[in-house]
């Protein structure tokens, strides 16, 4: 397939696609380095760019150097659309923040939330998420080992 007519059917495929997911395709299928998977040797790794139409605002460079050396990572969302974690091949989680996410898990767990005039938080803390184990209430991204 001509690398037009593969973005043209990407766009069409993502359709609610960011703008940073779609500089990644486009990156991707320009790279003459790459793979026939799309990830190993690549700048940019086509799985990086799914994960991203999948409303991953960013991929952990981790994450990124294992696709790059042909290793597979799933991107999993089975919880929540803030609420995700990459899987790495030998188990360990990256688990992103969001403030969404914080408040996602709180709510998950019941707890009382709390609203002082200046931010809204919960009284004992947010919790666990009860479906996915993400622990991440405070920021960046945490790494989970198996
Ligand atoms: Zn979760």
Redesign the pocket.
């Known amino acids: 397939m001509k690398r037009g007519a593969r973005i043209r059917e990407e766009r069409a495929r993502y359709s609610n696609m960011s703008g940073i997911a779609a500089l990644g395709f486009l990156i991707n299928g320009m790279d003459e380095r790459k793979d026939d998977d799309g990830d190993t040797g690549s700048a940019f790794p086509r799985s990086d760019a799914e994960d991203m139409s999948k409303g991953a605002r960013f991929v952990p460079g981790e994450v990124t150097l294992a696709r790059r050396a042909g290793k597979k990572v799933n991107f999993v969302t089975i919880?929540?659309p803030n609420?995700?974690y990459w899987e790495m091949p030998d188990g360990s989680r990256f688990y992103h923040y969001d403030p969404i996410?914080y408040r996602?898990?709180g709510l998950?767990n019941g707890r009382e939330e709390i609203n002082d005039g200046n931010r809204t938080y919960f009284k004992d803390g947010p919790g666990h998420?009860p479906?996915?184990?993400?622990i991440n209430t405070r920021g960046g991204v945490v790494k989970v080992k198996p």
């Not at 479906?131 to 993400?134: A, D, E, I």
């Open positions: 919880c929540d609420c995700w996410v996602h898990i998950a998420c479906r996915c184990g993400n």
